[in-house]
């Protein structure tokens, strides 16, 4: 079992930063891809990002690409969300999702998830 716990959002004004942090707590976290899906409210959840176990092999959603970055630090068992030039339309709670045996955009490859952190970015 693993247990992933989410921080780092909150509200900033287009154009601004915020880097998410997901801590992950269990079984072996650095076997895992990582994720970070995201939805937005009446809308069905997204994804936004993912990064292989090992040589860190990252895979983006057009919509952030060149924006948001992924990175892990295994021996801190921590996968980050660095998201840069920030729009309104990136307003979402954003899931941290563990599992997944290579990067992928199929939330169905992930078997952990967290409990989410909400993203406000006003125009």
């Known amino acids: 079992q693993v247990q992933l716990v989410e921080s780092g959002g909150g509200s900033v004004q287009a154009g601004g930063s915020l880097r998410l942090s997901c801590a992950a707590s269990?079984?072996?976290?650095?076997?895992?891809?990582m994720g970070w899906f995201r939805q937005a409210p009446g809308k069905e959840r997204e994804f936004a990002a993912a990064?292989?176990?090992?040589?860190?092999?990252?895979h983006y959603a057009d919509s952030v690409k060149g924006r948001f970055a992924i990175s892990r630090d295994n021996a801190k068992n921590t996968v980050y969300l660095q998201m840069n030039s920030l729009k309104p339309e990136d307003t979402a709670v954003y899931y941290c999702a563990a599992g997944a045996t290579m990067p992928t955009k199929r939330s169905l490859e992930y078997d952990y998830w967290g409990q989410g952190t909400q993203v406000t970015v006003s125009s």
């Open positions: 990064i292989s176990w090992g040589e860190g092999s990252t």
């Open positions: 269990g079984r072996t976290f650095s076997r895992y891809a």
